[in-house]
């Protein structure tokens, strides 16, 4: 039974000088956060923390009280800590820390992720991502806007029939389980591995009709199974919780896409990039996987506003670097 608590980990972690005191607290503190998290999200009705809000963030989403309560849990959480400005999805502009000029960090999160499932009690999570600052004096959003490769520390804490934090800080990725006794994080994985090949996909598929030609392509002969190009079956799975798909393509392999389609023809995609598409694509590539949004690789992207949306296939490697080539043939007109 292992008894390596996360800031153990943390602590060995900076001793080797591959995290700095400051990032620790940073994971410390979101950490923490996601603890308190948990126990809201695992009293459901009985916290009369269930239903909507009655409002709707910058997504245009209608918020659930969750999504209200778990994001203000880490923005309170993080006043007066390691960290200068927050942004999340639940927040139309970035939020200063004051006086925390001086901090190094910049946090992002998506504070519940899958929030359509907390009244049907499917897993949901928070996802998070550290930033350096690339400036001095005031936190402004451009200073938001670098690119995935930047990371220092990308996460996510899944509230599942158990509650995992799974993160990475460039390291590989460990993985902590949740002893609700003790309410401390100890390391049950140290050092997770995507398998390069799978015979799972995960898609929505309702939007198969709008999807793009190499898309269908690649699930047409996924649905073909042994009886077509592919050689074997496939089977899929849809949670509609992006950190419960991901957490499960992790786990076990698969193909995560989230793609374009031609119902917002002017939108690259569903999914946020700065909170839950670049922490998740550091993730899986620091797990051996790939991510890409069709044509390069997520963590390539520079972003050009806080909350824009992109494209995203992620999972085994071999299977993304599929429907990658796929895109790049139609590109080619082969
Ligand atoms: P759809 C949840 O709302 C979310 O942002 C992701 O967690 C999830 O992968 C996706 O949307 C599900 O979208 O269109 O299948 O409901």
């Given amino acids: 039974m292992t008894t390596t608590t996360l800031e153990h980990h943390l602590e060995a ?18 950490a923490s956060a996601c603890v308190r998290i948990s126990q809201l999200v695992g009293q459901g009705a009985l916290g009369g923390v269930l239903g909507s809000a009655g409002s709707e963030n910058v997504q245009g989403e209608v ?15 993080h006043q007066g800590g390691s960290v200068a400005a927050l942004a999340s999805e639940e927040m139309d502009a970035i939020c200063p820390v004051p006086g925390g000029e001086a901090c190094e960090w910049l946090l992002l999160f998506d504070p519940l992720d899958g929030s359509s499932n907390i009244d049907v009690n499917v897993s949901i999570g928070t996802i998070f991502s550290v930033l350096p ?3 001095t004096g005031p936190v ?6 670098q690119p995935g490769r930047q ?10 029939p158990q509650t995992m934090l799974v993160l990475t800080t460039g390291c590989g990725v ?25 015979k799972e996909f995960a898609i929505n598929m309702s939007n198969s009709r709008h999807w793009a030609p190499p898309v269908r392509r690649y699930i047409t002969e996924c649905l073909l199974g042994k009886d077509g190009a592919r050689g074997k079956d496939f089977n899929m799975r849809w949670i509609a919780s992006m950190v419960a798909d991901v957490h499960r393509v992790l786990s076990r392999g698969g193909i995560f896409m989230y793609p374009w389609d031609k ?36 963590l390539d992207i520079q972003p050009a506003a806080l909350h824009e949306r992109v494209s995203v296939i992620l999972g085994s490697k071999n299977e993304v670097e599929r429907v990658t080539s796929y895109h790049n043939e139609e590109k080619q007109g082969v």
């Fill in 174 to 198: 460990q993985v902590f389980t949740l002893d609700r006794n003790s309410g401390r994080f100890l390391l049950t994985q140290s050092a997770l591995r995507v398998p390069e090949d799978t």
């Fill in 13 to 30: 972690q900076q001793a080797a000088g591959a995290i700095s005191a400051s990032l620790r607290r940073v994971l410390e503190t979101t």
């Fill in 140 to 145: 402004t959003e451009a200073e938001f806007l």
């Fill in 63 to 77: 918020q659930k009280k969750l999504d209200i309560i778990a994001n203000d849990t880490l923005m309170a959480a």
């Fill in 133 to 135: 600052r690339t400036g």
């Fill in 263 to 298: 119902r917002e023809p002017n939108r690259p995609g569903k999914l946020r990039l700065m909170y839950e598409a670049n922490p998740m694509s550091w993730l899986v590539e620091q797990a051996g996987g790939a991510a890409t949004n069709s044509q390069q690789p997520i």
């Fill in 151 to 160: 990371q220092a520390a990308a996460g996510y804490c899944i509230y599942g």
